[in-house]
């Protein structure tokens, strides 16, 4: 299996259980690897042939932004959901993390993995 992969996705969104959290949106940061074959790609040369990461990161942004969750964990698995169901990821592995959380770390987050590897 060959993997593409999007680092540092800032993602801007409404995130917390605390009611100061609450108040104002704040940006996560997401990487995202997808499993696949890269092979038909690579020998067609055409985008068609493989997962179009502008348009994943478009859609993981676009869903981010309108989403209100209390927690990373649940943000994380939504988008793993929506990956798995609108480009027809078989696998994928998504860290989330919230810089600054809890305050005197440099950030805090999940990592998931969804799917066979093949």
Known sequence: MDII???ELRIDTLIGVHPWERQTRRNLLLDLELGTDIRPAAES?????TFDYQ????RIAAFAAASDF???ETLAERIAQLLRREFAASWLR???RKPGAPPDAREAGVVIERGNRG
Do not use: K
């Open 55 to 58: 348009a994943v990161a478009q």
């Open 5 to 7: 992969f999007i680092r």
């Open 94 to 96: 998504l860290t989330l």
């Open 45 to 49: 040369d055409r985008l068609a042939d």
């Open 70 to 72: 209390q927690l990373v």
